[in-house]
């Protein structure tokens, strides 16, 4: 149980970093010039909609793991990574609309290409839910869960594309090739605020895989207790 | 490889095939999908015939659906998955037969409804037939690439019908965006079909070539 990284890390940093983050976003960094204080939700949307890729990332990297290991422990992950990617992404899709309805006057916007990726990916993400909770628990839920995921890693990029290759480009370009396109408190402050999300995100990964683990451990030893271990 | 992967082709299309009420159904369903569809988008004052795009991708994505929630019924009503399984058959090739059953369905159905299609909503727009018909050999072959590993997950599941629409929809959304581009840039004799025709082999073969890395792990019990 020790090698296992323990949840107390990226606890520590979300709780410093994410009051921090607010603070740098509410006091210290300047109004923005062209959209004045509403710009500020780009420091949460922008870093919530990122930590949500960096999420189903992880959880993908678990699952390829888990059909070349057989080992359960990473179809376990790759669970809990999908899971908490979801409660992210369900925040970038309430942030979302609230910065679109505020900076382009209306919910949603269907000529946006990193709008229509992301709800695409929120659908598939999502289905993955009825998929695992419809078969019995056991290797087959494992593996067929890890497919589907993999499917994902197609599905990525190829909406990337389907979208771009579909539509014109309106979204803000912050980061281009050549570097950041935003001053220094500007990009300080948005980095401050994905480390604090990121660290929000492996802490509720962690917390979340040690209550599944100990689960699992429950139920194998009331199985024990009644004395069913064949 | 190959062989195996025809013959098992055939025995699937051959249980469908035999049941007569399949095939015409599916015709039922695409003829009366376009008719809702049709006027769903408010009749002719729909904006014909770009909204027309739009009717032919909706039919033939449910047809899609209809037809991989037929793949696996015969198997797993009659157990037959575990008798091939049995056989010293490689696993891609039982993904293949049934990409190849499905390829070949989605082409019968297509066959009668896209004329059909084509006299009701396009006869009068001068729309560039060639692009239009490989958005549709293209997209079936992604469609049924990704469809039957989809379509092998919900199988194993209690709510199989529900769920397989369910897991395949999200995953055919850019497929849907790349054909419907390259179908308007055709109704509006735009030649600049070949990116969204490009991206239709790409999400092909990409899909083709996971499928066939994955499906393994899809059937071996």
Known sequence: ?230 | MIADALVLARLNLLLELRRREVVLGMLQFVVSTLVIVHFALGGDRGGEPRAAAGMLWVAIVLVAVLALNRTFAADTEESALDAILLAPVDRAAIWLGKVLAILAFLLVTEVFVVPLFWLLFLADAEAAVWPILAAIALADIGLASVGVVVAALAQATRTREVLLPVLFLPLAIPLVIAAVTATLAAVDGDASTLRPLGFLALYGTFFAVLAWGVFDHLVSE
Request: aromatic share 14%; proline share 4%; glycine share 6%.
């Open chain 1, 1 to 230: 149980m020790s090698t296992r990284p323990s949840a107390a890390l990226p606890t520590l940093a979300a709780i410093v970093l994410v009051p921090l983050s607010v603070a740098l976003i509410f006091w210290w960094v300047p109004d923005d010039a062209d959209q004045g204080f509403s710009q500020r939700i780009f420091y949460f949307h922008v870093a919530v909609a990122l930590t949500t890729y960096a999420c189903f990332a992880y959880a993908a990297v678990c699952a390829a793991l888990y059909l070349a290991r057989r080992d359960p422990a990473w179809d376990l992950r790759s669970y809990v990574g999908i899971h908490v990617g979801t409660i992210f992404g369900t925040l970038v899709l309430v942030t979302g609309p609230i910065w679109a309805k505020i900076s382009w006057g209306v919910w949603w916007n269907w000529s946006d290409r990193q709008l229509n990726v992301f709800l695409i990916l929120f659908l598939f993400y999502c289905a993955y839910f009825m998929l695992r909770f419809s078969l019995e628990e056991g290797e087959r839920r494992a593996a067929f869960s890890s497919v589907y995921v993999l499917l994902g890693v197609g599905l990525v990029p190829l909406s990337i594309l389907a979208v771009r290759i579909a539509q014109t480009l309106i979204h803000p370009t912050v980061f281009t090739s050549e570097g950041t396109n935003m001053p220094g408190s500007f990009f300080i402050t948005f980095l401050v605020a994905l480390a604090g999300m990121l660290a929000l995100a492996a802490a509720m990964i962690s917390v979340e895989l040690r209550g599944k683990r100990a689960a699992l451990r429950v139920r194998e030893l009331r199985r024990r207790l009644a004395g069913q271990d064949a």
